[in-house]
Every structure is written in structure tokens, then in C-alpha cells.
């Protein structure tokens, strides 16, 4: 199977800027579509961004123009690069993504998440 493990947060004051990672390993033949969903406390877990194989991408409207997805294929290493950050972006971030294995068999599978706080 495969894994995928989130890093790069932490805490960060208002209109700072952070760069999370989330590194996929394991028996991986190719990852189709991987992106970002978010959770704070109290809240439902909240899409904020995906790219697609071919390098398309799409975002929340809340971090729209404040945010930007990439994806390193070679490192199968998926990056968001947030900047302006409020105190409303706290939240744990987790990385999804569906991966196909070396099996040709195709999951979707989670991170562990890694906590971003916003405070001054």
C-alpha cells in the first residue's frame, strides 16, 4: 500500500507564511489527483485545494489568491504554499490523494493531518 505523511506546520502570526508538504511513499505506480482538505476545531473538514496528474488545479474560495498547490512527480511530494495567513485558516491540514499502486489496484488515502495555527 502506500502512505502519505504531511508536514511543515506550526505556529505562525497573522499575514505570515507557511509551506506544508505531504510526502507519499510505499508501492506506488503513479498518483492521480492529490490536494489539501482542512479541519478546525469545532468545524467539518473543508476542501482548500487539488491538482490533478496534469497539473491543473482548483481552490477554495477562502484561500483563493492566498494559496498556491504544486506537486514534485519525481519525489511524489505534494507541496501548498499559504501566505497572508488569518487566524480563520487554523486548522489541521490533511493531505488526500488517489494513488494507484504497483498492483494497479486505485485507493484514496489520507495523512495523518498536521496542525497550522494562526495567532499573534
Known amino acids: 500500500q502506500a502512505q502519505l505523511v504531511e508536514s511543515g506546520g506550526g505556529l505562525v502570526q497573522p499575514g505570515g507564511s507557511l509551506r506544508l508538504s505531504c510526502a507519499a511513499s510505499g508501492s506506488i505506480f503513479e498518483i492521480n489527483d492529490i490536494g489539501w482538505y482542512r479541519q478546525a476545531p469545532g468545524k467539518q473538514l473543508e476542501f482548500v485545494a487539488r491538482?490533478?496528474?496534469?497539473?491543473?488545479?482548483m481552490y477554495a474560495y477562502s484561500v483563493k489568491g492566498r494559496a498556491t498547490i504544486s506537486r514534485d512527480n519525481p519525489k511524489n511530494t505534494l507541496y501548498l504554499q499559504m501566505n497572508k495567513l488569518k487566524p480563520e485558516d487554523t486548522a489541521v491540514y490533511y493531505c488526500?490523494?488517489?494513488?494507484?499502486?504497483?498492483?494497479?489496484?486505485?485507493?484514496?488515502?489520507w495523512g495523518q493531518g498536521t496542525q497550522v495555527t494562526v495567532s499573534s
Open positions: 491538482i490533478t496528474s496534469s497539473g491543473s488545479t
Open positions: 488526500n490523494a488517489d494513488i494507484r499502486t504497483t498492483a494497479r489496484v486505485l485507493f484514496n488515502s
